[in-house]
């Protein structure tokens, strides 16, 4: 059993302080994908990068406070890419992708499109990198595991208020459309795969109001795998009484 971890920390130093370190002892997964670390390698605690049993790779952002991605592996990975080799992109620390013998994994922290919709182009714009990422491993035949904040709910099940939301970046119509064309492209969600119709499954609420307390959410971290994977996945959930963020872990379990 491989126990793989995607978390949105919302500030690496941020959550240290609410517990961090504490769950990730405790739970110890295989390999642990964070979003949204805001920071650089140098800034990251002490504590955090002397637990010894994980390799760290971080590709921060550019723009201090701001970004970043980072993966925690027991299993040392056989190649590193540290983004997708897109400047405008890559400055943001959006992208680390480990190649293992089993499976290529991607950690992605998807843009904001804003509230304004001023970025949802350039947010789409790299849901189109991703996709050929996927394509580009798919023809040399090799598993590739999809994880991060993708920063978009698929469906209205996937939000307390859709109604309310549909003219919300993360709910907008042509956003919504890319997370088909993953699934039509040969992707699973994985958390839907095992739970097609469960209602109330979040993973990011606002600190506004008590909405976690209140479970007004949405789902927009994912993990997807490509369809041939299936019969290697044991289950998908999310951690939601992990606290720390205002995202939630979510997990993937793989079959020996």
């Known amino acids: 059993m491989k126990r793989l971890v995607s978390w949105n920390v919302n500030g690496i130093r941020a959550c240290v302080n609410k517990g961090f370190l504490e769950w990730i002892e405790n739970y110890s997964p295989d390999i642990l994908c964070l979003q949204e670390i805001k920071?650089?390698?140098?800034?990251?605690p002490p504590e955090v990068m002397e637990l010894e049993k994980y390799h760290?790779?971080?590709?921060?952002?550019?723009k201090k406070g701001y970004s970043g991605v980072a993966i925690f592996t027991k299993e040392k990975p056989l190649k590193v890419h540290y983004g997708l080799g897109i400047e405008r992109f890559d400055n943001e620390g959006r992208?680390?992708?480990l190649e293992y013998q089993d499976f290529v994994l991607f950690n992605g922290y998807f843009p904001n499109g804003?509230?304004?919709h001023a970025r949802v182009p350039y947010k789409l714009d790299y849901y189109q990198e991703?996709?050929?990422l996927f394509h580009h491993y798919r023809k040399k035949k090799k598993n590739i595991i999809l994880t991060g904040d993708f920063n978009t709910a698929h469906k209205e099940i996937d939000l307390a208020n859709p109604k309310s939301n549909?003219?919300?970046?993360?709910f907008l119509p042509h956003e919504r459309e890319w997370i088909d064309k993953y699934l039509e492209a040969g992707m699973i969600d994985c958390l839907r795969l095992f739970k097609p119709n469960t209602p109330d499954i979040y993973s990011w609420w606002t600190y506004r109001s008590n909405c976690r307390q209140r479970n007004i959410g949405w789902r927009i971290d994912y993990f997807m795998v490509n369809q041939q994977m299936e019969s290697q996945l044991k289950s998908c959930s999310h951690l939601t009484e992990v606290m720390g963020s205002d995202h939630c872990p979510i997990e993937?379990?793989?079959k020996n």
């Open 130 to 132: 991703v996709l050929e």
């Open 39 to 44: 920071a650089l390698e140098e800034q990251f």
């Open 166 to 170: 549909k003219k919300t970046t993360g």
């Open 56 to 62: 760290k790779y971080i590709c921060p952002a550019q």
């Open 114 to 116: 804003q509230r304004d």
């Open 252 to 254: 993937l379990v793989l």
């Open 95 to 97: 992208s680390l992708i």
